[in-house]
């Protein structure tokens, strides 16, 4: 079997659970990334590449998320490595990064804090983007920032990951003040777990999608600690549900934050809040 043959299988099988497009651009995805050939390759595939294409094509139909079975997610340019302990990163996030560039350069910003960082791909990417930043990273997963760890010297960046629990206001002394706080929160609720696809529900990190009881948890915190524990000045921007978007607003707003500002994403939906102390 070549590369184009186990292609055109693998896009056929994948209509059972997709539609034709999403099917064609997963096998195609796949088959350069686990062969390292273009998809519409005459090669002939090895004993042990066809064990593996019977893998992952297992592994698809099980509703696996293709960049778990792959083992990388495109995000703004790169390639990061990604495994169930980290979401896999959503156009819409490079929209925040694109977003963050545009603020660290304007103001001439000096430090970043990403809160939740996840695989890293938010620190990171704007780290290969700018010079002589100072960029940290949290998370309370371990296995999510080893990945992060991982990504960081993958694409030969310098970002400092600390692993604390954020919600944990007595740990908020130990972060450090910075110019921009970003991120991107878990903000999807229990009502709205209906209407998500298996691929996202049975195999993405639950923790890094769902908040329990209040939506504008993460936001209460993430305005409290720029209240309390950076200067004036600091810059907030974070990632939102688009149903949420006047909530978060006034959380911010009640919190002290001012100059907030609601933007919507290139789909027009409320996606993204800035703000600043």
């Not at 509703?63 to 980290?86: L, M, N, R, T």
Request: charged content about 30%; overall charge negative; glycine content about 4%.
């Amino acid at each position: 079997m070549t590369a184009r043959e186990a292609y055109e299988v693998l896009s056929t099988q994948l209509t059972n659970i997709y539609d034709d497009r999403e099917s064609s651009t997963i096998a195609r995805y796949l088959v350069e990334d686990l062969f390292s050939k273009s998809f519409w390759s005459e090669d002939e595939l090895s004993t042990e590449e066809l064990i593996l294409l019977d893998d992952a094509t297992e592994r698809l139909m099980g509703h696996e998320p293709w960049q778990y079975v792959g083992g990388y997610a495109d995000f703004y340019g790169c390639k990061f490595k990604v495994d169930p302990s980290v979401l896999i990163p959503r156009p819409e996030t490079e929209e925040l990064v694109y977003l963050a560039l545009d603020i660290i350069k304007r103001e001439k910003l000096n430090s970043v804090l990403d809160i939740g960082t996840g695989s890293g791909i938010i620190p990171i990417t704007i780290a290969k983007k700018t010079e002589r930043l100072r960029i940290y990273a949290v998370d309370i997963s371990k296995s999510a920032l080893e990945k992060a760890r991982e990504n960081s010297k993958l694409l030969e960046t310098n970002v400092e990951f600390l692993e604390t629990d954020f919600l944990n206001s007595g740990l908020w002394s130990d972060l450090p003040k910075v110019d921009l706080v970003i991120s991107n929160p878990p903000y999807i609720t229990a009502s709205e777990k209906e209407q998500m696809h298996p691929n996202v529900l049975e195999h993405e990190p639950h923790i890094a999608l769902f908040v329990q009881f209040d939506a504008m948890e993460f936001y209460k915190a993430i305005a409290s600690f720029v209240m309390d524990h950076q200067d004036f000045g600091c810059k907030v921007l974070v990632e939102i549900n688009e149903n949420f978007g006047t909530e978060v607003c006034d959380t911010f707003r009640t919190a002290g934050l001012k100059n907030i500002v609601l933007i919507k994403d290139l789909q027009d939906k409320n996606r993204i809040v800035a703000a600043e102390k």
